[in-house]
């Protein structure tokens, strides 16, 4: 699976959009980009995934670039249980697609 | 429309003690994974099992973890002999009977060892 970068910390005033980034150079034709977050120890939460379309959810938007090197996860009006890590990780299908790679992510600190 | 659900969610052993940390899936779902979390790192993945079935277990430790998903009941995780490098979290996720879907991930278990 490709690697992705993060920022590995971001601040956000509550209300406010949260707008997270992801570098993912080396991405392939059939891999796609997965955005997950991370509450205080608790169990990894899925957000919102796509492949090249932008992609929208009751949780986040994501927006991928057209060349597919990098993406953004937008959280339109961040409160302060937004307050999380949130790892981006790119992922084949079929059998390629077992297992998900956590890297570092982006702890995102919402402040009131 | 339960969750994945694991049990239990705090666990203390003693060192050379064995550990069973069991998951059920969502409802439908017929893919488990097992990732670890040691103390202020990032996920790692360990294995991923069908029922009755190990498909990858390129991240298990070689010596002292097994898994299995029966065709009956939850997946175990099964750590024999613990020693203190295994107090970590332990999640499990699940995903529906296609390869490569979406994982939802449980509450975890914390796994103690003194």
Same mark, same amino acid.
């Not at chain 1, 959009?17 to 392939?28: Q, V």
């Given at each position: 699976?490709?690697?992705?970068? &993060? %920022? ?12 997270? %980034? ?19 120890? &608790?169990? %990894? ?11 929208? !959810? ?39 697609? !077992? ?12 402040? %009131? | ?23 059920? @899936?969502?409802?439908?779902? +017929? ?26 277990? +390129?991240?298990? @430790?070689?010596?002292?973890? +097994? ?6 009941? @939850? ?19 699940? +995903? @529906? ?18």
């Amino acid at each position: 699976d490709a690697k992705t970068t &993060q %920022p590995p910390s971001m601040d956000c005033a509550e209300g406010r959009a949260a707008n997270l %980034p992801c570098n993912h150079s080396t991405i392939s034709g059939n891999e796609y980009v997965y955005w997950y977050r991370q509450i205080h120890s &608790q169990g %990894p939460q899925y957000i919102i995934h796509g492949l090249k379309n932008n992609e929208t !959810n009751e949780m986040a938007s994501l927006i991928i670039t057209e060349d597919r090197k990098s993406s953004t996860l937008i959280l339109p009006h961040a409160t302060l249980r937004d307050t999380a890590v949130y790892y981006c990780i790119v992922r084949g299908e079929g059998n390629a697609g !077992n297992m998900l790679t956590f890297g570092g992510g982006t702890r995102l600190m919402v402040k %009131p | 429309n339960a969750g994945v659900m694991q049990n239990p969610r705090h666990l203390v052993r003693r060192r050379g003690q064995e550990a069973r940390l069991r998951c059920s @899936p969502m409802k439908g779902h +017929s893919h488990v994974y097992w990732y670890r979390q040691l103390p202020e790192e990032g996920l790692k993945f360990m294995v991923y099992l069908q029922k009755e079935n190990i498909i990858d277990e +390129s991240g298990m @430790p070689k010596e002292r973890f +097994s898994a299995e998903f029966p065709k009956e009941g @939850p997946s175990i995780l099964r750590i024999q002999q613990v020693v203190r490098g295994d107090s970590a979290a332990y999640f499990c996720a699940s +995903s @529906p009977g296609t390869s490569g879907g979406t994982q939802y991930f449980g509450p975890g278990t914390r796994l103690l060892v003194l």
